[in-house]
């Protein structure tokens, strides 16, 4: 198991054209995250997935921000129309539901970095 | 609201002074509280992380925390810091089942001089 893995790990694209990312999960892993993490912030969460469900979404995920885990196991971030303002750092995370506290929690890929020029 | 709070955005020690790095957080149910640490350009390394039991919590790389029901405080400790540890540290807060979403803190970042 290499942990959870993110590509790309750098995006450059021109505004308003679309880009999107992938992360594949830690393969026992049930749930799945996405976080936004802006220069000097921490990250904040846009959504998450329980298998192939999307079980929550944050306001920061406009309607040109589209999110999938079609099988369960990786998961796509579609941004359409990029702004300068989307870009960031992209974050993904996974977890078991229901593991044990002590021994179960989230891990963090390493990001896809965009940059809207 | 749910929120953490990190007072102190930038920190300077120097190499092989103690460390300590602040956090308070607002939660509505019983907090699972954990700090991060996260190198430039790369993802978040679980540090520690703490629900229940001792209050003292030990993590990898020698770091510790405390948690403080009566402050709503989770700060975390090192007693002698390395150049190594030179890094941005985020506290987070989330639900005990381990597999909600965590709130984070806006981060501080770590400088260490020689």
């Known amino acids: 198991d290499t942990g959870v893995s993110q590509n790309p790990r750098h995006k450059i694209t021109k505004r308003g054209q679309n880009v999107t990312f992938r992360c594949d999960p830690i393969s026992e892993h049930n749930r799945l995250y996405w976080y936004r993490q802006t220069l000097g912030q921490g990250p904040e969460f846009l959504t998450y997935?329980?298998?192939?469900?999307?079980?929550?979404k944050s306001r920061l995920l406009s309607d040109r921000f589209s999110a999938e885990r079609p099988k369960g196991s990786f998961s796509t971030l579609e941004i359409q129309r990029t702004e300068q303002g989307d870009s960031a750092m992209y974050l993904c995370a996974s977890s078991l539901r229901g593991g044990d506290a002590g021994s179960v929690g989230y891990t963090f890929g390493s990001g896809t970095r965009l940059t809207v020029v | 609201a749910q929120s953490v709070t990190q007072p102190d955005i930038h920190i300077t020690v120097s190499e092989g002074a103690s460390l300590e790095l602040r956090c308070n957080y607002s939660?509505?149910?019983?907090?699972?509280l954990f700090w991060y640490v996260q190198s430039p350009g790369q993802g978040l390394q679980l540090l520690l992380k703490?629900?229940?039991?001792?209050?003292l919590v030990q993590g990898i790389k020698g770091f510790e925390a405390e948690f403080k029901r009566s402050q709503s405080s989770f700060n975390l400790r090192k007693p002698s810091v390395h150049w190594s540890d030179a890094a941005e540290y985020f506290c987070a807060v989330g639900p005990y089942n381990q597999g909600g979403k965590l709130i984070f803190g806006q981060g501080t970042e770590l400088s260490v001089k020689p």
């Open positions: 939660y509505g149910a019983t907090p699972y």
């Open positions: 997935f329980q298998n192939e469900a999307q079980l929550e």
């Open positions: 703490y629900f229940s039991g001792d209050t």
